[in-house]
């Protein structure tokens, strides 16, 4: 029998626990006078600040401290625009002014996460808007190339099979396109404790850190010999 030509797809993902997550924070209100919602903003944003520097901890040299809570945070710039008001008739009554800032801060620390996350979400002018789940890069770049290869192996594998169904027990790969690459999946749970220490005290916001996955694609053209 002459030699076949076998095309496959193989595919792998792998699964890992989160090792960092983004929490992203908007500071935000609304008014008819300007420079009081902008005080507002800007007051609760220098509050917040205060809050994560201590947690994002340096050494003397100036490196991230290995007991730091959160590795990094920034801040985007302070946005404003005005709108007009109606009433019941869709008649213009006045205007309003919307100021903004968002956060992103980024924790290795998930217990820390979350006692953060209830502080802030108890403040005037503050949104959790949500949570990215991550791995480090170490991290990632090393299951690349595992999830890469597992890929490969099962397109192999596949072929084989195939080859071997029509008396054929050797392959080797001729053409290979890469399909969809490894690439980080995120997710987020949320959820309030039951439990409180007593009755004055807020509810104890808690995350619970999602698998993140890492998965690739790959099509490869095979002869038989």
Known sequence: MPPIDITTTGSATIARPA???ILTITIKDNGPDATTVTNNVVTRTNQIKQILEPLNAKTESGSLA?????????MGSLSKFTYNTYNNNSEITGKEQHVSIT?????QDFNV??????????MQFVEIRGIDWKLTDATRDSLQTQVREMAGKDAFSRALDY?????KRAIDAVEISE???GHP????QRRFMMARQSSEE???LEFQPEDVEMRAQVTVKFITN
């Open 66 to 74: 290995p007991h730091a809570a959160i590795t990094h945070f920034s």
């Open 113 to 122: 996460l979350s006692s953060v996350a209830t502080e802030l979400s108890g």
């Open 179 to 181: 399909g969809e690459g």
């Open 185 to 188: 999946g995120f997710g987020v």
């Open 163 to 167: 080859a071997r169904t029509f008396g």
């Open 19 to 21: 090792e960092r997550a």
């Open 103 to 107: 956060f992103e801060v980024k924790f």
């Open 202 to 204: 807020p509810p104890q």
